[in-house]
């Protein structure tokens, strides 16, 4: 089955940049989307096929694809972007939607 | 306003079953695929099932095939799971979830909690 590798935890001081990643073999043939997901609320889509922002996201939030990886920079960071985030992609081979293991994003 | 508003969930025993409902508004739920995404306690995001835009293709996860089944009630506009021969390892947060050109979740409900315990 198709798994997409994301790191348990990232941690980053407020202003600066945060970088979250999400790998796995032939994902550059795949759309990635990305998802924030707070404490005890429901998933947001913030980024989907790749880089496209969904309306109303802040221009802070971008993704990307290089490789084997796809990440999630977001700029600027601040207090209020603590959260889970998630990738996930469709895997045409199964037919199935498969989600990363998800991020832990901390502002210190 | 584009909204999915779900009911339904609660404390079931094991090998039991459940009704889970997820009503949209704002939209005509028959022109989306909607989802079915799971979340065990303190776990990331797992995809369920899926029925297709035109509620005649459905697909689930593996570990539910047999067991759950999606179904549409087009004039209430609603999505339903039905969960049967429920296991400890289903309780989780259920959300529905209407499709972005059928590969990502652009719109989720608020989530509902399925606790499957004796």
């Known amino acids: 089955s198709y798994v997409l590798t994301q790191p348990p935890s990232v941690s980053v001081a407020p202003g600066k940049t945060a970088r979250i990643t999400c790998g796995e073999n032939n994902i550059g043939t795949r759309s990635v989307h990305w998802y924030q997901q707070k404490s005890g609320r429901a998933p947001v889509l913030f980024i989907y096929y790749d880089t496209d922002r969904l309306a109303g996201i802040p221009e802070r939030f971008s993704g990307s694809i290089s490789g084997n990886t796809a990440t999630l920079t977001i700029t600027r960071v601040e207090a209020g972007d603590e959260a889970d985030y998630y990738c996930q992609v469709w895997d045409s081979n199964s037919g199935l939607w498969v989600f990363g293991g998800g991020t832990k994003l901390t502002v210190l | 306003q584009v909204q999915l508003v779900q009911s339904g969930g609660g404390v079931v025993q094991p090998g039991g079953s459940l009704r889970l409902s997820c009503a949209a508004s704002?939209?005509?739920?028959?022109?989306?695929?909607i989802h079915w995404v799971r979340q065990a306690p303190g776990k990331g995001l797992e995809w369920v099932a899926v029925?297709?835009?035109?509620?005649?293709?459905?697909s689930y996860t593996d570990s539910v095939k047999g067991r759950f089944t999606v179904s549409r009630d087009h004039a209430k506009n609603t999505v339903s799971l039905q969960m049967n021969s429920l296991r400890a390892e289903d309780t989780a947060v259920y959300y529905c979830a209407r499709d972005l050109s059928s590969y990502a979740f652009e719109i989720w409900g608020q989530g509902t909690l399925v606790t499957v315990s004796s």
């Open positions: 029925s297709w835009y035109d509620g005649t293709n459905k």
């Open positions: 704002g939209f005509d739920s028959i022109n989306y695929g």
